[in-house]
Every structure is written in C-alpha cells, then in structure tokens.
C-alpha cells in the first residue's frame, strides 16, 4: 500500500502542477478553462485503459507468458521511473515557464484544439508512466487491495494538494518534496529490478546468477509486517539470488547518489566534460580487462553417449541404457541384465517440463509381441500372472477355470532428453488379459504386469537434472563475463563520450571570444 500511494501522490501531484501551472495562466488571460480540462479528462481516460488493458493481458496468458509480461512491464517501469527522476531533476524550475510559453503559443493561434491537446499531452505522459509504473507495483504487491487503496488515496491528496496550491492556500518546499519522494522511489525501482530479474527467470530467458546468496526468512517471515514491507514494499525476496542483489545494488547505488547528491557538490558546467571523460575511460578499460581476463572456454556438456543404470519397478537392477545419435533420429540402445542388447528408433513427440526441466519427449516403436502366449490359462496360472492371489470378482470355488485367454500387449517406452543427452526413460511394459469360460458367466479383463518393466532411477533422473542445469548456469556466466558485460560497459563508454563531447561544444560554443 505504501509504495501505491507514494507513486500516486508524486505523479499524481506532478500531473496536478502541471493542470495548476496552465490553468493559472489561462485564468490570468482571462480565458475558459474548459479545453484544458477536455484534455485533461481524455488523458486520464486514456490512462486508465492502458493500466487496465496491461492488468488484462497479463492476467490471461499462459504461465510461462505471464512472467515474460511481467518482465517487460517491470522493466518498462523502472525505465519510467528512472526517467522521470531525470527529467524532474532537469526540468523542474524551467517548467512552469515552458508550459506558459506553450499556452501562449496555443492561445496566439486561437485554436482551442491546440490548447486542449498540450493540456492532453502534458497529463497523457504522466497517466501513462503512473499506469506502467501501478501495474507493476500491482504484480509485485502481496495484497491488490492495499495496493489499490494506497494508490486511491495518493491521487486523492494529489489532487487536493494540487487544489490548494492552485488557490494559494498553502505552499511547499517541492524541492524537498521530489527529493525525499525520488528517493523512496529508487527502493521501489530497485525492488522492481530484483522482480524483474526473477520473473525473467521464471520466464526462461535469465538462467545466469541464480545462486542463493542469504535468506531473510528470519527478518521477514511470510505474512508478518516486515514481510509486507520488506517484500511488498520494496520488493526485496526473502531469498534473493546472486543477479538479483547484483541488479538491484547497481541501481540503487547510483539512482541514490544522484537524488540525494548536494547540488553544490555537482560538478559544474565547465568541469562535466571532464568528468564524463574520465568515467568514459574508466569504462573503457574495464571492458577491455573483462575481455582480456574472463574465461572464454565454455565447458563441454554432459556427453549423450554415457550409459544409464535401469532398475525394475521394484527397485532392483535391470541393466543399462544410453541413447545414441549416428542416425538421423535418436535411438536408444537397452542391455538387459543378462548381456542382451535391444535398440529402439525413437519418435518425437515435442516438448514437456520433466524433472524441472524443458525435455525432449520421445517414445519408441513398440516391440512385437511374444508368440507363446497361452491360449488357455488355469486357475493357479492367473494367481500368478495377478501377483499371488486370484483378480477380485473371478472366484476359483465358482470360476475353476481353466480360462481362454486373449492377450493384448502394451510395451510403450517414453525417452526424454535435454539436448540430447538422457534424462529419464520408463518402459511401462503390460499386457490386458481378456478372460472367457472356465465358469465365467461373462468375460472379464485384466491388466497383467509385463516382466520386461523398468526405469531410470529417481536419484540418477535428480542428478542428470542438475548437471544439466549446472552446465548451462556456468556456460550463461562465462558469455556474461567475457561478452555481455564487456559490450555494455564499451556502450555506456562511448555514451558518456559523446555527452562529454558535446557538452565541451556546448562550453566552447557559449564562452565569450578571448
């Protein structure tokens, strides 16, 4: 609720400067506030349909989707809320006269449509940023209740703030006021970040980084008051992972400095070039030395042509199995216990998440069926085809047998890899028995457990998963370390470059001739 609010009253008393400035100046020409307010009210409309229509499709896509949305928007809002603190930090005591000379502009023209759509535009790019910045406040709140109510009550004193400072009622220190609001928003943003981060895992698309690194469980235990602050304020998980503490500290910090930063201590206008310069190269080599110094060399992946113990339903040794690639379609090759080798074609079937990963699914062509299955079955042969005791139903005082017996068998294996190496594979081995005569008034049907059964076992399934896992996490590291960070670190070098540059254009431009 906290963070919903504070977002409400800043943008929301934002917005309101913004309407207070122009109808100020309009009131003192003495013209009708009326378009203004048209342009007003279409914006807020507007607004409100993009807050909805995100909170919408968001909440009807799959899963999988839902996370990649909720990456986007959370990244979209720190972007928002990123720029906004800038662009307040730049603007704000140039922007009463900016408005003024757009509504002058507007009024010179005599066209009211000019005068509602600058009151539109101006509104409009708050709603927007308030609507990006509440849905994902929203996403990440524990109640959407209290978020709706915070969120309720700060546009609600906005809006009266915004009333009495129209009136001249009261005044306010609004420097003091974005400085210590701005602030509170850098821990929202950075909560987002963290989010964002983690839903992008969830997502599939960030796999780097996922280490624990400490657990705040004893600090904010689920559903305590410092769980609601701690994880629905400020976004910070009881058990963040290590990219996610890394994002959110190199947001902060900076964001932080930057709000908090004396403007006194700022460097001055002929000392920036100089300072964008010098953090331009400091980038710079730290891009090279990732280069130079990060390892290259991914690891090999966990090898598709290791054998695979197998053990029976029962838990005891089957034999081995491991899947082979020299065709154009994986087989698998399956050794029984007793040296013989059998080997299945397999078929794709798509994809499904098995033991926590994304997996290949295959199953193999069924093997024929036995040639010697009796034709007829005793009494004592069905107990011991239904594991000791006769199928409930079929008694032997009154159905003594002997049986005539139709097999049907079921010998379906299903293979599942991750880029082809094994990670489970279940032969399900069976047959249905269709039993007739033998003083059965009707026929009956039973399942009978094949001996041909068997499975990879759990512990061996939990350990590929793992390696699989543990592959990719450290191949994803190592193009961070020698790739991505390198090129990000060469961008915002040459960024700061450019800035530097015309900045020192705009210096020499403006010095008076010697």
């Known amino acids: 609720m906290l963070a919903t609010l504070v977002i409400g009253l800043r943008e929301g008393l934002e917005a309101a400067l913004i309407v207070g400035m122009i109808a100020a100046f ?204 701690l994880t629905g304020v400020l976004g910070i998980p009881n058990d963040p992972r290590l990219i996610e503490v890394a994002g959110w500290a190199l947001y902060l910090v900076p964001m932080l400095a930057f709000v908090l930063w004396p403007r006194s201590w700022r460097p001055s206008a002929a000392r920036l070039p100089r300072v964008q310069f010098a953090a331009a190269g400091t980038l710079a080599v730290a891009a090279l030395a990732l280069a130079v110094v990060a390892p290259m060399t991914v690891p090999a992946p966990p090898s598709p042509a290791g054998t695979t113990p197998l053990v029976t339903a029962g838990g005891q040794p089957s034999g081995t199995v491991r899947v082979t690639l020299g065709g154009a379609t994986p087989a698998l090759a399956v050794t029984a216990g007793d040296g013989t080798k059998t080997t299945y074609p397999l078929t794709s079937q798509g994809t499904e998440s098995h033991a926590g990963r994304t997996a290949g699914v295959y199953t193999a062509e069924p093997a024929a069926a036995p040639a010697a299955d009796p034709a007829k079955v005793s009494a004592t042969e069905l107990a011991g085809l239904n594991g000791g005791r006769m199928p409930v139903g079929i008694s032997s005082q009154e159905s003594p047998g002997p049986f005539q017996a139709a097999w049907k068998h079921k010998r379906n294996i299903t293979v599942w890899l991750v880029n082809g190496a094994l990670l489970d594979a279940v032969n399900s081995a069976g047959a249905t028995l269709t039993l007739s005569g033998g003083g059965l ?74």
């Open 26 to 229: 309009l009131r003192r020409n003495a013209v009708s506030l009326k378009p203004m307010w048209l342009g007003v009210a279409a914006a807020a409309v507007l607004s409100a349909l993009v807050g909805i229509t995100l909170e919408i499709v968001s909440a009807s896509l799959p899963q999988a989707q839902q996370e990649a949305m909720e990456t986007v928007i959370g990244a979209a809002a720190v972007v928002i809320v990123t720029f906004m603190i800038l662009w307040m930090s730049k603007n704000s005591r140039t922007m009463k006269s900016t408005l003024e000379q757009h509504a002058g502009s507007a009024l010179k023209g005599g066209s009211v449509a000019a005068l509602a759509g600058m009151a539109f535009l101006a509104v409009l790019r708050e709603g927007v940023e308030t609507a990006v910045f509440m849905v994902a406040a929203f996403q990440s709140s524990l109640s959407p209740l209290a978020a709706g109510s915070g969120a309720v009550l700060g546009l609600a004193i906005a809006s009266g703030i915004g009333v009495v400072l129209f009136r001249g009622a009261i005044k306010v220190n609004l420097a003091r006021f974005f400085t210590a609001t701005g602030a509170f928003l850098v821990f929202v943003a950075a909560g987002l970040v963290m989010k964002s981060l983690r839903t992008a895992h969830e997502a599939g698309w960030l796999n780097i980084g996922q280490d624990a690194t400490v657990s705040l469980a004893w600090l904010a235990p689920n559903g305590s008051a410092r769980a609601s602050i």
């Open 441 to 514: 008034s009707t026929t009956r049907t039973i399942v009978v457990a094949g001996g041909g059964q068997w499975q990879v076992p759990g512990a061996h399934v939990s350990a590929a998963a793992a390696e699989l896992t543990a592959h990719e996490s450290a191949a994803a590291e190592i193009v961070l370390w020698s790739l991505y960070l390198p090129v990000a670190f060469a961008i915002a070098a040459l960024l700061l470059a450019l800035a530097g540059r015309r900045n020192r254009r705009q210096l020499l431009a403006t010095a008076p001739p010697p």
